[in-house]
């Protein structure tokens, strides 16, 4: 991947915590990544990782509960979204940052038309009558590929199937020219073959408009499908990072290969043959001391139950935080024992 | 759900919990009123009108000389009258034709839900006014009418309870597995269906006394000497431009008792139903 | 598409028509012992009697009675009264303008209040106005109507002397009588309906506000009003729809208490003088006007409804 300007978006250290009367629960703990122009960046794990508070983050539409800690920074364009104001907040979202949703049944507003919600963004951002909006949000049916747009526009979502609602959310979420699109799950909710429908338009449009996106999703299907590069995220945490090649050709942490091996292949073995994962994923509120996957890792030695290993570059290329990968190659030594004392 | 449990949820609706021992004093209070209240009620004494509060008189006299508070607390009784036929005439009557409606189904079910739209079409103080304006103006016939208007309401509740209680799996067991249809009803409709019903009867306290009270307010309800806070009311409004207090005691009397009885009923949906959310 | 539906709904209409007439006409047959004996009590002879009963229809059968006096009423005809012979549409007509005028004020004080209060205890959640919201959202469904109106009389008449005690002046004949007769009833009728939407519209935009539609609205850059002007309050309206409709009945219905401490001559009053005075036919048709309106909102309520809310299907 080369590199030649500054990410779109970089996150660093992004830290949030939540205070209940049990205890603080971290959604996410110290979550740094950077998305450049035009790259498909996926936010892989279970519910609880944290993946959805970190693009909440981005929105700044986190539930007013989830709190930062002051060193977390989200920069959009030199930008730091965490200390902008509601105000300015508002003028990104939609417009340079827009965001798609997991389930379109319950995403799209019910009692109004699909056209004037995506005229609705429009007139927010644009400087155009609601007239135009509307122009250009039969533009972008047609180019979601909703057939018939021109009649469609003055439908309810409730007229539209599954698939086609989310084809509308992807045209409202494109309706002000953003440069990131966030996407969360766009495919959970839908059947099997509208999922690759869905995610076909994803990558046409991206490569189209040349935005980036950030897919978050539990499914590593859809991430060799359309990423470029892979985060995998544990217990808020992310546990590794590499390009989609160099994580399913050589994952190294055994979450990552845990999840690798549950996913279906397409011919061949049935599924009862898959590898779960053991065990499930630990309270938030009683985390191990160590590795947070101690609890379901088959490799768990002593250290690890005692040390938080650290995100560190392997020579394949993949960040990997796992005391098993590093304590077998040597050159990596040296960097490990720094991080225990320090 | 064990009645331990209901309770302790109860309990940890603070306020809810303390309308109920409220209520359970005023109960109480309703029936030795005659024996409590510091003046005979009735007894007027016309050297000792429309007082101010005393030691004595806590609230004052009115115009006849009688001591407003001993009468206030007459009133209780007629309140909680109304309340007790509110719940009681709905749970006998309202309940039992809403479960067979609601397991028998069919035509049976078509026209008694038809009859029960059309009673709820009509103000339920309308209705109440039609009723003892025909069974003969009376604080007994007051209490009945007060009864009945609850009853379609009670009905369709426990009919659209049992619809839903009728289809679940252990039903059906119980129905393969030979149970009759009372058995069931007793066994299963019954106790499944109890915990709206009772949230909604806790609610009927509170509207059978502003019923009860707008009806004596009306002169349809209790007769003098009967004292009920409507008539009170009713026989204050008459000195407005004397002494406005002798309106305002009874008015807050309904008030707080009425208030407390929707606090009992709102704690009581918390307590009974743990998906119900508080707004 | 949208007539037909109109027409669905009007044939559910006349069952609920048939029905309430029928509960309406039993009224009369609920007297124990004879009606005429009831009426005349000991002035009761042999002779008006029978007079009584020739002029209620009561030597005829029961069903036959019923239908006569429905057959009667479509074509506009409810009877004479008993106690003054004056026909019962000619005395219910004119006091429905007076009852119709004062209930639509309360309507409207109690939506407005309603949507008031509601949308800025939202807007303001855990300020100082959402917690009067809250206040009045419970203390309004306590208050008892009639001694609400008589504390307004104290303060606002009484004390103040801004509006008159008692008395009801007609819109056609001066806006600002009318105005001024009006209001203190109209927020004593409209209360515990404004403190009912206040409570049922409150909690209902809580739960349509952490709806994703409105988190999908907030992605677009949409501000807190705007969501809930624009996503919140259609939503949250549809259940309230049917709580108004509710409430028109109940205001109806409350007019008889009000009307007598504001001393209004309107349908309530008329009410409770024909039951004082045993006046049953006048009573009838008192009672069969007022549910045939509810009826009618009850119907206009659902078309409301369905418009707000196009799942409906017409």
Known sequence: MKITESPLLEVK???????????????TNDVSFSINRGEIVALVGESGSGKSVTSLSIMGLNASAIKYKPESSIEFKGRDLLKLKEKGLRKIRGNEIAMIFQDPMFSLNPVHPIGKQIAESVVLHKKVNYKEALKRALELLNKVGIPDAARRINDYPHQLSGGMRQRVMIALALACDPELLIADEPTTALDVTIQAQILTLLRDLQQELNISILLITHDLGVVAEVADRVLVMYCGKVVEEGTVDEIFDSSLHPYTRGLMSSIPPLHGISKDLLDAIPGVVPNPLELPKGCNFVTRCDFATERCHQVEPELTRYPSGNRVSCWNKLDKEGEMKEHVTTSINS | MSLRGIFKRLMGERLA???????????????VAPYVAPHDPLEQNLSKVLLNPSAEHWLGTDELGRDIFSRLIMGLTAAFQAGLFAILIPLCIGVPMGILSGYLGGIIDDIFMRIVDGIIAIPAILLALGITGALGISLWNAMIAIGIIFTPQMARLARGQTLQIRTEPYVEASKISGAGAIWIMVKHIIPNIAPPIIVQASFYLSYAILVETSLSFLGMGAQSPQISWGNMIQQAYSMINMNPWMIIY???????????????????RVALDPKYKKA | MFFKFIMRRLLYVIPMLIITTLIVFSFILLIPGDPALALLGENATPEKIAQIHAQLGLDQPVIKQYLNWLGNAVQGDLGRSIFTGQPVEEAVFSRLGVTFQLVIVAMIFAIAGGLFFAITSIYFPNSWMDYVARFFGTLGTAIPNFWLGMILIIFFSLQLGWVPATGFTSITESPGAFLQGTILPAIALGATGMAQITRHLRSSLIEVMSADYVRTGFSKGINRWQAIMKHGLQNAMLPVVTTIGILFGNLLGATVVI????????????????????????????????????????????????????????
């Open chain 1, 13 to 27: 250290n992004l830290q949030t915590y939540i205070k209940t009367k049990k205890g603080e629960i971290k959604p």
């Open chain 2, 17 to 31: 919990f303390i309308s109920l021992i409220f209520l359970i004093l005023l109960g109480i209070t309703a029936i």
């Open chain 2, 250 to 268: 009874p008015g807050l009397a309904i008030m707080l008792t009425v208030l407390a009885g929707n606090f009992l009923g709102d704690g009581l």
């Open chain 3, 259 to 314: 009307e007598t401490v504001f001393a209004i001559p309107g349908m309530g009053q008329l009410a409770v003088n024909s039951i004082l005075q045993r006046d049953f036919t006048m009573l009838q048709g008192v009672v069969l006007v007022l549910i045939a309106l509810i009826i009618l909102i009850n119907f206009i309520t659902d078309i409301v409804y369905a418009l707000l809310d196009p799942r409906i299907e017409y």
